[in-house]
């Protein structure tokens, strides 16, 4: 058996009981995949009848990115970077100014294009599509800075997120959502974007990414200059569009943030790769905590 926090960090949870089972309700209101019991398996059929699969495999691979080289001119900015991103995770992306995070997002959205190295999403290849395009299919930025229309309101900015959607119900469906992950989106939507506060910003760039509906949420920063106690609300509402299904990839500064929400993380420096883990573990890692997270003891 896997130990406990790998099943976890894959996303599984493990529902044991000897003797008796629990009620489905109960189970599937907990978001439980897997049913073991030690004496008495229920048929396969009647678990899937229910609603139930047992997973023992891992979750499926969404994000694949291999030996990716991004140049700017004749400057090469990253040297063969690889990650994997599966369905459902939080994974962060730490390192200090310059490692190529943001560099790293913006291939994955399409919006520079790779010199060397594959990207895949669902297995396909995407490094060649257009950005527009990879928000179709479900991969939506939030980029660094917000880069919200600062003349629009917050309303048409919203609106503008969901430029790819055909369907005018699942969207107003998307916006009730948004506005009740970010009731002050709601109560300021005919509010110039351009005057709402920092935080406010934040949650309108997260909101108008959310409005595309993507599978993926590749977020640059959304921390930067926030005070400490709003980091901690918007962590909190990152949780919740993760928990509704949605994977999220957060390149951070502020790590110790990122390694509590995230279920894995990479540490970038100048272009590569140095650290892969469950986030976890990395908090735990006194070499981590040093370089990382100003060599304070983990947990707090
Ligand atoms: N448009 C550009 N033209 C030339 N070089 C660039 C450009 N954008 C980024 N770079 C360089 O590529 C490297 C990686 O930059 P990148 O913005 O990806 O870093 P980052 O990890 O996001 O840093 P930060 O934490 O400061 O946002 C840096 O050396 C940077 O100077
Ligand atoms: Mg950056």
Same mark, same amino acid.
């Given at each position: 058996m896997l130990p406990f926090d790998e099943l976890r960090a894959n996303g599984l949870f493990m529902l044991w009981s000897a003797r008796a089972m629990l009620p489905f309700d109960?189970?599937?209101?907990?978001?439980?995949?897997?049913?073991?019991?030690?004496?008495?398996?229920?048929?396969?059929?009647?678990?899937?009848?229910?609603?139930?699969?047992?997973?023992?495999?891992?979750?499926?691979?969404?994000?694949?990115?291999?030996?990716?080289?991004?140049?700017?001119?004749?400057?090469?900015?990253?040297?063969?970077?690889?990650?994997?991103?599966?369905?459902g995770e939080i994974v962060a992306i730490l390192g200090a100014n310059g490692a190529g995070k943001t560099t790293t997002l913006h291939a994955?959205?399409?919006?520079?294009?790779?010199? @060397?190295?594959?990207?895949?999403?669902?297995? +396909?290849?995407?490094?060649?599509?257009? %950005?527009?395009? #990879?928000? =179709?299919?479900?991969?939506?930025?939030?980029?660094?800075?917000?880069?919200?229309?600062?003349?629009?309101?917050?309303?048409?900015?919203?609106?503008?997120?969901?430029?790819?959607?055909?369907?005018?119900?699942?969207?107003?469906?998307?916006l009730q959502w948004i506005h009740e992950l970010f009731p002050v989106l709601a109560q300021r939507r005919e509010q110039l974007a351009g005057t709402l506060s920092g935080g406010e910003q934040q949650m309108l760039a997260i909101g108008r990414a959310l409005m595309a509906q993507p599978r993926i949420l590749l977020l640059d920063e959304p921390s930067l200059g926030l005070a400490p106690l709003l980091v901690k609300t918007i962590f909190q509402t990152l949780w919740e569009i993760n928990e509704a299904g949605v994977t999220i990839v957060l390149v951070e500064q502020n790590a110790r943030a990122a390694l509590k929400l995230a279920h @894995?993380?990479?540490?970038?420096?100048?272009? +590569?790769?140095?650290?892969?883990?469950? %986030?976890?573990? #990395?908090? =735990?890692?006194?070499?981590?905590?040093?370089?990382?997270?100003?060599?304070?003891?983990?947990?707090?």
């Open positions: 109960e189970i599937r209101a907990n978001g439980l995949f897997m049913l073991w019991s030690a004496r008495a398996m229920l048929p396969f059929d009647e678990l899937r009848a229910n609603g139930l699969f047992m997973l023992w495999s891992a979750r499926a691979m969404l994000l694949e990115v291999e030996n990716l080289h991004v140049r700017y001119g004749n400057v090469e900015a990253l040297h063969g970077v690889s990650l994997q991103v599966r369905q994955i959205s399409g919006l520079l294009r790779p010199a @060397r190295g594959e990207i895949r999403f669902e297995s +396909r290849p995407i490094h060649q599509v257009p %950005a527009h395009r #990879l928000v =179709a299919m479900g991969i939506a930025q939030a980029p660094e800075g917000r880069r919200i229309f600062a003349t629009l309101t917050v309303r048409e900015n919203l609106h503008l997120g969901a430029f790819a959607q055909r369907d005018p119900l699942r969207s107003a469906r998307t @894995r993380a990479y540490v970038m420096e100048v272009g +590569r790769i140095v650290l892969e883990d469950r %986030a976890a573990a #990395l908090l =735990a890692n006194p070499d981590v905590c040093n370089a990382y997270l100003g060599g304070q003891p983990a947990g707090e």
